[in-house]
């Protein structure tokens, strides 16, 4: 369901989005994870981050076909990677030095990273399966973008850079599905 079916629902709809975030504007969420198409501009809203609040990205290694997890924190206005886990250090998954390698449970776990990535961009994979594992929530990027469409993952303020595209019908809520 896309918030342009949403809007055609009628004006229950937008005094329940208005109070919604509202309310959240209020409560001091201003800030909200998004996954953002690069030519169309079209938005996939994940959900709301509070400063220090963490989420990962998981992935399928297209060459060992393992899984791969990053994961990220919203400090200080943007998001930095703070680590990585993967079960082998395939094609493009090496050490660089940056933060502390250690093995746990047959996984390569490296901690205490800080690489401010702000926007970060992605191919949505074929393979690879795009994961955002938020708030215990699993979003597949897969079921709402085509494969190998660029992607950025982004934090924008809730108001004004994500309510116009909802009123417009551009942003899409990862709770429910597209394509």
Known sequence: MTARFCLRAGPGFLLALAILLGGAWLAGCQHVLVVREADTHRRLLVGFLAPGE???????????RLPVYDEFRFLDGTLVLTGTRCLSFG?????????????????????????????????????????????????????????????????????????????????????????
């Open 54 to 64: 963490k989420f990962a990205m998981r992935f399928i290694h297209s060459v060992d």
């Open 91 to 179: 094609a493009g998954l090496g050490y660089t030095g940056e933060g502390v390698l250690t093995g746990e449970n047959g996984w390569d776990v490296i901690a205490g990273m800080h690489r401010r990535v702000g926007a970060l961009p992605l191919r949505v994979g074929t393979v690879a399966d795009h994961t955002i594992i938020y708030r215990g929530r699993e979003v597949h990027l897969n079921r709402y973008f085509r494969g190998q469409t660029l992607v950025h993952l982004e934090v924008k303020r809730l108001l004004p850079g994500v309510l116009p595209g909802i009123l417009k019908g551009d942003v899409l809520y990862a709770g429910a599905r597209s394509r």
